[in-house]
């Protein structure tokens, strides 16, 4: 599986709400960060992401990909609050799997 392959697979795992995908794609040792909380365990972050809010239409905006890692731009309404959030995620790949995400997202604004 390709670096591109394995970080679509992984961010599509989330849009399916398919747990057991997403946390095949990640590493035992993973590191997943966004400022202000970081799991190092990739159970725990597999078990948070499926409490997480309830999100409307999401929209890819832009991806770059390398040999070791990418990147995904994209936007969607957090369904919890209204508002449109903005997020990108920098990825890590070694030996097949996600060992490292760097997440940063901003509100857009309200939807309506």
Not at 21 to 28: I, N, S, T
């Amino acid at each position: 599986m390709t670096t591109d392959d394995l970080i679509t697979r992984y961010w599509r795992s989330w849009q399916d709400q398919d747990w057991t995908v997403m946390r095949e794609c990640l590493a035992d040792s993973v590191r997943i960060t966004d400022g202000r909380s970081q799991f190092t365990d990739p159970d725990d972050f597999v078990t948070m992401a499926g409490r997480g809010p309830e999100w409307g239409e999401i929209r890819m905006l832009r991806t770059e990909f390398g040999d070791d890692g990418g990147a995904i731009l994209y936007e969607g309404e957090n369904r919890s609050d209204g508002l449109l959030v903005r997020t990108a995620e920098f990825y890590r790949v070694e030996e097949g799997r996600i060992t490292e995400i760097e997440i940063t997202w901003s509100p857009a604004g309200e939807l309506g």
